[in-house]
């Protein structure tokens, strides 16, 4: 087999596993069929638990893990920094800001902060007030906040995603 031949097959195995990997965490990301959304961001992991509509709001349930060791979370809502606050985006492209954040029993109405203990499992929700009619679907959520390590290195920012939620 000539050098030219393997590099292309090999070329063709690294896009198989690249689109494999791409697909696998598209599932983990998409509730549209009932699947269980995961996201992996800055050292954290989040797992989507479910999204309701209530009377006029909408209320996400997540629960939030630190692997990689002890760090101190903050997650942020409508009055912290204008509009750095977690959101969603309804499926007819209307952008809403959470209006608050509870994390491990906290609630803040501009943001939550908790330390996150390794092996510990905390829950959260994100509530977002004055959504008239019940959205379709929930084209994205965003969880945005910051970290910081037990070390103190200072402030990680990070944006965790989900999509296609369908609602309670």
């Not at 309804?90 to 209006?99: H, L």
């Not at 902060?113 to 994100?126: F, S």
């Amino acid at each position: 087999m000539s050098r030219r031949t393997f590099a292309g097959i090999a070329a063709l195995i690294v896009s198989c596993a690249c689109l494999s990997a791409w697909q696998d965490a598209a599932k983990k990301t998409d509730t549209s069929k009932g699947q269980v959304q995961e996201a992996r961001v800055s050292g954290l992991v989040f797992r989507l638990q479910q999204c309701r509509h209530e009377t006029s709001t909408v209320t996400c349930d997540f629960s939030v893990a630190s692997p990689q060791g002890d760090t101190a979370v903050n997650f942020y809502s409508k009055n912290f920094l204008a509009r750095n606050g977690s959101r969603i985006v309804t499926s007819e492209s209307t952008e809403f800001i959470a209006d608050s954040v509870r994390l491990a029993g906290k609630e803040i109405g501009s943001s939550s902060r908790t330390t996150l203990v390794t092996g510990n499992v905390a829950d959260g929700q994100i509530a977002v007030n004055n959504v008239a009619h019940k959205p379709a679907k929930i084209s994205l959520l965003s969880i945005r906040g910051t970290r910081t390590t037990d070390k103190g290195a200072g402030d990680i920012v990070f944006d965790a995603q989900f999509r296609n939620i369908v609602l309670q």
